[in-house]
T-cell receptor, first 113, second 113 residues
């Protein structure tokens, strides 16, 4: 199975700043996804990040707040911009190798003060 | 919109007992379902999946049952072990060209020694 890593694993940030989260896969994959998991909650899809095209955002999430890059088939970044305490969450990337099954990275635990 | 939900938010069992975690889904068009296990501080881990043309699938100590008539999904864990303690999420894929997963609320399973 693929190895999916995320950096940083956790961070504490000041409000008004931005944080870029990286997701690296050890094999090429077409579809990558970014999720948010608020404390004690389930997973909510932020956007689908496809190589060679713009990310597709879900309702309630906008590119200005969560810009995404997908420069190649093994890497993606999610930026959380102009952070507020409400952005404190776990941010997860996942990949789909074309089987409909998504495999997740370990997550980035973000605390905004 | 349609959603996936769980009947029991928490489940406490004795080590060695069998566990059953339930999930109700409302999108009758969903044709693929996944169970994930999320341990504290980790990303969701794939456990088992099932497609809508099946009503039962078995893995190692786990069985997933799908009842399309009542739109119900369950995860059975045999001989539950302390290492099974985690939050369990069901997820559904609406099928077709839509690769997105919709996650249920999650059930916290606690295994008592």
């Amino acid at each position: 199975s693929a190895v999916i890593s995320q950096k940083p694993s956790r961070d504490i940030c000041q409000r008004g700043t931005s944080l870029t989260i990286q997701c690296q896969v050890d094999s090429q994959v077409t579809m990558m996804f970014w999720y948010r998991q608020q404390p004690g909650q389930s997973l909510t899809l932020i956007a689908t990040a496809n190589q060679g095209s713009e990310a597709t955002y879900e309702s309630g999430f906008v590119i200005d707040k969560f810009p995404i890059s997908r420069p190649n088939l093994t890497f993606s970044t999610l930026t959380v911009s102009n952070m507020s305490p409400e952005d404190s969450s776990i941010y997860l990337c996942s990949v789909d190798f074309g089987t409909d099954t998504q495999y997740f990275g370990p997550g980035t635990r973000l605390t905004v003060l | 919109g349609e959603s996936v939900g769980l009947h029991l938010p928490t489940l406490s069992v004795q080590e060695g007992d069998n566990s059953i975690i339930n999930c109700a889904y409302s999108n009758s068009a969903s044709d693929y379902f996944i169970w994930y296990k999320q341990e504290s501080g980790k990303g969701p881990q794939f456990i088992i999946d099932i497609r809508s043309n099946m009503d039962k699938r078995q893995g190692q100590r786990v069985t997933v049952l799908l009842n399309k008539t009542v739109k119900h999904l369950s995860l059975q864990i045999a001989a539950t072990q302390p290492g099974d303690s985690a939050v369990y999420f069901c997820a559904e894929n609406p099928g077709g060209s839509n690769y997105k997963l919709t996650f249920g609320k999650g059930t916290l399973l606690t295994v008592n020694p």
